[in-house]
């Protein structure tokens, strides 16, 4: 018997370069399997109360939680196993170079927040999540790359049926044609100025859709607006954290204020 795997149909697996690289799928799984996670997401768990606030169970606390379901336990526990980052180096292959694959193809995996991070190991998290429902309209997360360590990030989306909110759709940026990689680093920052990217793609919220990405500077993406809703934005959140960083985030001159304000910090 099959896994429960998003990415166990290679047919429904489309896969593109620009404008980093990253798979979509649609109807990832078979829409039997996709109807009961959708039916027992486990909404009663969350603290629904703040606006638009991303909440999190973890994999390490999904599987201790017995007022989950079996499936949803079974679901996690395989999309933050060896298995699934085996399955996601195969997908990703054409991505890296020959040296890239096999090194991270020698990688043993943990999960985050359970294991300690060490050399030549992956943590994997598959995080039962929801953006809260929104009282005042806002975007959960603006234009930005995710954590320098991370080696991948994904999504995997379950609106429920009656969700009829507006908004909360992914979209992946592409910086300025003309910028190097030293102007990337200048003018990033959290909730990158839009004068500095153009929108290439949307993805929609929408239920048993899965978007997986290889992490980067050029990995510049955003959660649109969300409008007024009494209705969570409902997904899983898929991660691959390495104890070391794949790329830099930030130059030279912002990573020495950085310091200095931390420091300052801790002096008041």
Sequence with gaps: MKPISILNDLEKIQIYSIPFPHIIIQDALPKVLADQLTLEFPIELFDMSLNNKRKDISSKAVQVNEEISSIWREFIHYHS???????????????????????????????????????????????????????????????????????????????????????????????????????????????????????????????????????????????????????????????GELNEDVFKKYGYFQEKMMIVRDKARKLF
Excluded at 89 to 106: A, G, Q, T
């Design 81 to 239: 196993s060896t298995h699934f980052f085996n399955e996601i180096l195969s997908v990703f292959k054409p991505f890296f170079s020959d040296y890239e694959f096999n090194y991270y193809s020698e990688f043993s995996s943990g999960i985050r927040g359970q294991d300690l991070n060490k050399d030549k190991q992956i943590l994997l998290d598959a995080q039962i999540s929801i953006n809260t429902p929104v009282h005042k309209t806002s975007s959960v997360r603006k234009a930005h790359v995710d954590n320098t360590n991370k080696l991948f990030s994904g999504l995997y989306y379950l609106r429920r049926p009656n969700d009829d909110s507006r908004g909360g759709d992914l979209e992946l940026l592409e910086w300025n044609a003309s910028y190097s990689e030293k102007e990337k680093l200048k003018f990033y920052k959290e909730g990158v100025c839009s004068k500095h990217f153009t929108t290439l793609k949307q993805i929609k919220y929408d239920n048993n859709v899965a978007v997986i990405f290889l992490n980067s500077i050029n990995a510049l993406h955003l959660v649109t607006p969300r409008q007024p809703t009494i209705h969570p934005r409902c997904f899983v959140n898929l991660v």
